[in-house]
């Protein structure tokens, strides 16, 4: 079975279940993914998911659901779609483009997440709703917009691309929408959304132009009115002013029956209870007060009773026959409801429709039995409703919506509207505002006012009922003719309501008489007046008393007029009055103003003057009038009559007719007026007057200001009601008279209102003409003929120059083309077409310019336009017209606007064809509109118009269009100019757009037409600009394609799939077709190709352009054009060698000598790839392909193979680097220092191949990253990098060797300076001055010998001096950075630091530990290795990220700073800069360890590093070029030891011996820690392992090693010596018992030397003369003390101060001899508080303090809670206490001393050796008297802590600690061996620097001045101490382990 293709209605399919494959041949599918289907077999499908269409496969037809789809074959590929609403599709494109950017926002935190979460759920919601197809049309209209209206909003504030539409809210798709048109709706929407925003987010809807009429539905909700009896509520609406009595009523009313008992027994009933108030005018509802009105009136007995419902006698007596009940008031509702009316108004023109989700309540008002219905009177009286104990408050519930039109047009547009269904309508007390040919009304409202009536023979005033009844002219009544209101049923006649004894009854109480027309002229109607009584046997024989009448029609023929009428009341004689007598017809109805009524008693009855009776009516008909003077024109009319004097004046009295009264009667009118016109045999001047009748009618109804709505209505009367078949002859040949006329100024108004009115009057015409021909279907050619004079008569008005035929002429011009649309269906539409061209070229052309454009403009979009015959008559002569006032530069934006819609017209579909219309456009108008673009300034409102326009133009150009234009070009010069004008205007249009980067569709229509025109100008530019060569254009076609390409608007892979498909599907890749076009005419080039490859003969080079293009993503874009390269390089390699550097470059041709290279494509190249690749251009894919491609190009080539080779591998070398580069620059996690190493990693490639300007670009990059870490030694090292290639020569820099920062600075020796200079202020900062006084020399020599300046050496030699002064000042901490070693395995890392070695130099006081964690914060994936071992070759090559870290020793290599007569700070400084040799060591045990003594099997690896730069250097690191590692034997591991403690000692005795401020404590522990080594017994362990018999007898070979070891025991006596000798210069009182414990230790120790090893000399450079050694304890102190100061010191082993307790000042007791003693020895002790707080500390005393910081350390640290009562140290100078400062804390951190040199060798805490244990030790306690705090005292934490803080004695109080990790103490190992350095046991930071507190324990802020070393023996008795030591917390870094913690 073979694979058959789907059928095109199986095309498309949705998976319902999730498909993950079977197979290779499978694509996998999740639910809900669309799948294009492109074959089938048996179960299966074959084709691809719309997400991915690049892969494709099969699946199971069971997981599909087949769709109803849309198959779209018109494009390059099918295309499907499901068959779903546009608007559906549109939606579930939204939400899956949203659905990637609402994960991207809510990972951001963007403010946006909410607003797009919230729309998207809607979206999903409204989908839902369109989909289940049960929405009405409007209500899906009103969705759709509310989601159009949705989504742009959101788009917006995301950025995402403008949606443009059409009028249905539809998107535009751009393949069958103009260029102009697509502009124009981008730039509607966007002024609708800067609208949106200017209204502060709210959304402004699209507001439909509103019918002139409205109505309202109301709907009762509620009724709570409790009445007594039966009874019923009318309600309508009023205007005016209720509260000042000034109510009228707007509508009818609506009738309400009621009940005592409500609808409780009928619920269905209340929700009929609704009605329509119809043909509400807008005038009205926006200047009128509008109330809701309800007067509620009882039906029953004079007075309501209370009725017992118990009694069914009561029950059935309450019921009377509704002929007796009387209407009695009792009560209103009101409720204004203006504001209702008016938010109802705004919210139907936004969504065309109203709102029914709010109910509101109208009160009811209630009036007493002897009370009238005076609404002025109920609201002044009674401010409140009447509130219901049960039921709350009296009145009604409802709601109210207003609707946009009349009833008519409700039901027609809405009939599925069940609202407007069989609901009760009232209309309007008045005509609507429009009324439409065929309706007919007739309807008379009469409102009863008031009535004043005199008692008569009552004794009081009478109860007045009035009955109205309708009579014909027999006095017979015409039943059911009257309405009370809607909602009840006709009334043959009406009762009013009757007021309890009110002479003056206020009714205000409305019906409405309906009458036919001919019933109506003979009607009139009676009021009858009747008595009521209270008592109802009474009331039954009460007769009328009185009457009045009234007609309908007046002697006149005109109706009654709407107004108030005082009618005339006749009293009646009951006994002669017979009521069906009609004699009173003959009496007058209506009383005139001051006249008296003689009482004549006529036909029973006779007129009263005392009583009155008022009424008022309004009169709504179609079909009578009113006015007289209208009647007389219409009966003249009608009766055929020929009386020209009678016709003239009803003629003159039409103008006097008020307009709305002409408009209701229009169509009546204007048959009149045809009529006569069309039969009227009288003289020419009637003609004319009818003619200026009936345009003055025509001009009425066309008041668009009045009557627009009324042209409707004129043009259904011209279609449907007109029969005037001759009256076409009389209008052409008046109108033809006006227009030939059209100077006499007499008849130029009649002519200005008749060109307004032109549009109707051949309407008329043409309607005319095609009813005769219908009828007799003759005279064609004559009426032709007379219309074409007509016409003609016309346009030869245009010739005028006068003024005052200008607005003659404009009328003429503006109103002509409104009769185009009737005019062609009876005449030749070609000859009308040139009767407007000869109009509008009649015309001067500076009459009217703009116009005439618009009527241009009109004649473009009329019907005449369409046909190809007249666009070929009309298109010149617009053209011509725009032309000209382009070329003056005046109406551009009218013209811009023509020449947009001919292109729009143009691009319609159902215009034929217009390739000639196009040639015309094209040869006429694109030079002058390139030209327009090309000068107009970019922020001119216009320019996008232009651009807009002149895309539509070449989008509409083809080939041939393309071929013709060019070719019309005579010479080449001409050809030249116009191509490149428009190459510019496409590079501008390119670089700087001008449309907003939003109009997504706007800007991809422009690139396609570019890309069209760009192919052209290629074909021309190859086949005409070649010969002679035109470089220019050339070079501009090339740079212009490539700036295309580039454009950001065309880069696919930064848009989401959804685009990046739909831009494919339509447009394709633009850039790839460009490329190859590029690629196409670069091959073209021949031998000009080296003008654009070598740029030394003044063309520009397209290496860089190139290279641009082929780093864009596309791969078969890379592939088509890189061989360009290697193109180029021939180019170049087989230039002319020896050209002259005058002319352009040029190939090598016959025997000419070959260039043989291609450096300047390599220069090119190598400059362009730095720049591109850094501005994110490029990937690995580019180089992997060009070392590729250009490669094996390269390697075929025999001649050209090694160049090419090589320069291929630089290429991909350079970019490997560069993209190492740029990913770390742009990735923000990467630190500084990772990113200066990349930097300095592109620094030495580009040093290596030299390329200077390349290289200095990232010397100063590498320096701001320097600065911007503060590193300004390293950026002085980095600026040396440039001044070392300038010169101390006035000569010209090259331009690769300036400065970016200096670029005024064109000499060598000018940057120099200032670049030295420069370097100088950043040595200074860094306290580098040694290298600052380096340059100052050489500048020195440059002012002193060369310039002669000196001036600046003065200042120069000034800043020297302070360089100097800086150096040896003590004051002046110079930070000992150390240096650690950092070995970065695996390949985790970047390349540049893979498997590689470094020796990075620390921060200031940076400790390892410190280090390491910052190291690991730069590598957060990193882990550290815990041993120094060397990694294996899996974890270098492991994808992961390995660290290993230790400290390192500085080896100094000069040796002439180690000099005696060196300053210590001197000597500091080259201890600890200017090293590239650097050295480590790690412990460990050859064989058996022997557990008595460590030392005979401890060896010592020590590493020598060197790095490839000395530090400090342009980085703070540098890779290990150079590793060499040695072991030194156990033996020669203790020569080592010995050899640098009695340096150290030699050392410490020259620096006491000449300065002798120094601080004791240094040579105090170095003295104890070697006369009384305690633990690890001192030199005793040397001896037993190695100074004994069996290790001489076992080790021959050693024997001079021993002697040396014993030399050196013995060296130690005279040194130690010298140091007591100083040491007991500068005792102290505190210290004496110290000192002579170690002057006693000291002869011991001596005694042994000399007896086994001899007397060793003192190094003749001490100079020191031997001095016997005294105990200090003779100073000057109290028995006491110095009895407790000495039992202390010989109670205890050790001294250390771990924390200072602050007492108040005392007053001293003592003696003041022995205050002075004590204080001399406390300055000799501790030195000046400055010295103390600011001095410079050696490496051993900074080891130390690290190592008490943390009571988790091993041996030699003690615990926390030691303290110490130090006396105040005051001025120096012995200044009173007054000098003090304010107190301060002391805190000084000394670092562990060992037997090393200051700098001692290195070894981690996991090489270390195991030791044992320390035993707990005493306390030790010294106590001396404080005179001055030293600090404030610390708040406790904790009440715990307080008590043991206040517990604690005032004296030291010291416990040694047990160290959690065994290790030897620090006397025994300062004695046997040096402490390793590197170990990362050192953490601390000395002074004056903060410790870090993430490594230090919460007790860390305490001082600590550790003397361990101090170790004199146990005394028995001495109390005992806790051997715990305080537990510090383990460190949060995730590459420690808990175990190892304590040591890190």
Known sequence: MNWTPARDKEKYGVAIYNFSGVNDSCIKLNVGDTVHILEELGGWYFGYALHNKALRGVFPKSFIQVRECIVDKTGLVEVVTARLPPIVQEVTAVLREWGVLLRKLYVDRKPNFSLVRDTMLELIAHRSKILSGQLPGDELKQLKHRITRGIDRVN?????????????????????????????????????????????????????????????????????????????????????DVKEGKEKPLSEAFIIPWTDDGYSGHPDLLLKLKCLFTDLSNITLDESQVWLIGSVVRQGSMASKEIDPRSRSSMLSKKTSSSDSMRRPFGVVMLEVTQIIQKQKNLALETQDGALDQDYFAPFFPCGEKETLDLKKLLTSRNDSVRDNKTGYQGIWFSFQLINGDIKQLREDNPHYVSLRDVPVAYRLGLSDVIMPGDVRNDLYITLLSGEFSRGTKTSDRNVEVTVRVCDEKGKIIPGVMKQGCGKSPLDEYRSVTYHHEAKPKWMETIKIALPIEEFKKAHVKFIFKHRSTNDVKDKNEKPFAMSFMKLMQDNGTTVLNTEHELIIYKIDSKKWQEDDSNYLSLPWQRVNGEELVKTWTYGMAPTNKDSFTISTTFCSTKLTQNAELLALLEWGWSGSTDTTTLRHCLEGLRRVPSEELMVFLQDTLDVLLEILMNSSTDDDSDNKVFEALVYVITIATDKNKHEAFQPVLDSYIQQNFHATLAYNKLIHVLKFYVEQGMDLQRQETLKKAMKCLQYIFKFIIRSRQLFVELFGRGQEEFEKSLQQLLEAMAKMMIHTLDSTLTVQAHCLKYITTTIPDIITNFDPVHMSQILVTMIDNLDPKRIPKQKLMTMNEIIHSELFKYPECRRVLLPSFIGHIRRLLAANEELELCVKILGDILDVLFSADVGPTQEDISLLTNEMLSDILTIVYKMTHDDPLNCKFVSVLVSLMRQMTERHFLSFLNCFQSQDELYNFLLELIMVIQDLISQPVFPSDWAEMILLQNSVIVKVLRQCSRVISERMRDPFKEIVWNNFFTCAINFITQRSLQLETFTQSKRNKILSRYRDMRRETAIEIKSLWFSLGQHKIRFVASSGGGQCMVGPFLQMTMIPDVELRKATIPIFFDMMQCEFYSQRDQGKNGPPDMARNKQKIKGKFTEFENEMLEKLDHLVEGSHGDEHYREVFKNMVGALCEEHATMREPGLKLVNTVSRLMDRLLQYRTIMNTPDNSAETRMSCTVNLLDFYSEINRKELYLRYVYKLSELHLACDNYTEAGYTLLQHASLLRWAHEALQTSLRSPIYPHLGYHDDLKERLYNEVISFFDKGKMWEDALKLCKELMQQYEEVTMNYTKLSELLTRMASFYKNIMNPQNLRPEPEYFRVA????????????????????????????????????????????????????????????????????????????????????????????????YSRPFHRGQKDPSNEFATLCIEKTTLHTSYPLPGILRCFPVVRTKSIELSPLENAIETMNNVNADVRDLVKKYSRDHTLPLDPLTRKISGMVDPAVMGGITNYEKAFLCDEYKQSHPQDAEKLEDLQQLIAAQIPLLQAALHYHGLRVTEPIAALHDHMIASFCKMKQQVHEKYGVAVLPPELGIEEHSLRLQTQLSVNSDHSARSSHHYSAHDSIDVDAVELRPPKEDSRPEGLRQSLTRGLHVFSGRSSEIMNMSLSSSQLSLARLSLSPAKVGGTLPRHHKVSMPNLGNYNGGSSKNVKKEKSFRTLLRRESFTSQREPSSQWFDRPESQVLPPQPIIELSEQVTTPLAPERPLRTDIERERRMSRPRSLTMTPSVSATPSPSLGSRESLMSTPTGSIYEEESPPPLPVKMRDQDSDSTSVRLSTMSLKPSATPGSPEVSPEPPKKPPRPDKNHNHEDSSMI
């Not at 994936?1421 to 230790?1446: H, R, W």
């Open 1384 to 1479: 970065y395995y695996g390949r985790g890392f970047p390349a540049f630091l893979q498997n590689r070695v470094f020796v990075y130099r620390g921060n200031g006081y940076e400790r390892l530990g410190d280090f390491t964690s910052r190291i690991l914060d730069q590598f957060p994936n990193a882990e550290l290795m815990k041993k120094l071992t060397p990694p294996s070759d899996e974890v270098k090559e492991s994808p992961q990220q390995f660290i290993q870290i230790s400290k390192v020793d500085c080896v100094m290599r000069e040796d002439k700073y180690s000099s005696p007569s060196v300053s210590e700070q001197i000597q500091r400084y080259y201890r600890a800069n200017h090293v590239n040799i650097f050295t």
């Open 156 to 240: 917006a504030r995301l950025g995402l691309d403008l949606v443009v539409r059409d009028d249905h809210g539809n998107i535009l798709n751009p393949d069958i929408t103009s260029a102009v048109k697509l502009f124009r709706h981008h730039d509607e929407a966007s002024a609708q959304l800067r609208k949106q925003d200017a209204n502060e987010g709210s959304l402004p809807s699209p507001r439909r132009k509103p019918h002139l009429s409205w109505t309202a539905l109301m709907t009762i909700t509620n009724i709570i009115i409790k009445v007594p009896e039966s009874s019923e509520i009318s309600i309508g609406l009023y205007t005016g």
